[in-house]
């Protein structure tokens, strides 16, 4: 029987090395590092939530989920969260977005 920790973990490193892989893949080599390690961060941020999620809805259950049913429930938890990471950076109708608003705020 797997512990659903494990599967947490391996649910994390494979789609961190793959989500990270397909991004210099599709969108090439950042040209600074502060945009690789910007973009490396947020990976590892969003998969890693996923990971903790899951752990935690599957955790206490009996009996204990199978590796498919742990996979399907973090791929739909990874998308979740990527959408709901992405609203806050979708530009407004002027162009900026709420990290712009609140630092032009703050200048004031």
Do not use: N
Not at 12 to 26: G, S
């Amino acid at each position: 029987m797997q512990t659903p920790g494990i599967q947490a973990l391996l649910c994390w490193i494979t789609a961190l090395t793959l989500i990270v892989a397909a991004l210099f893949v599709f969108l090439g080599v950042p040209e600074t590092p502060d945009g690789a390690g910007e973009a490396i961060g947020r990976v590892i941020a969003q998969t890693g939530i996923a990971s903790l999620a899951t752990w935690l809805i599957a955790r206490k259950k009996d009996p204990a989920w199978s590796w498919g049913r742990f996979a399907a429930v973090y791929v739909a938890m990874l998308v979740v969260i990527g959408i709901v990471a992405s609203i806050g950076h979708k530009p407004g109708t002027d162009g900026t977005t709420a990290t712009d608003v609140t630092t032009v705020i703050a200048t004031c």
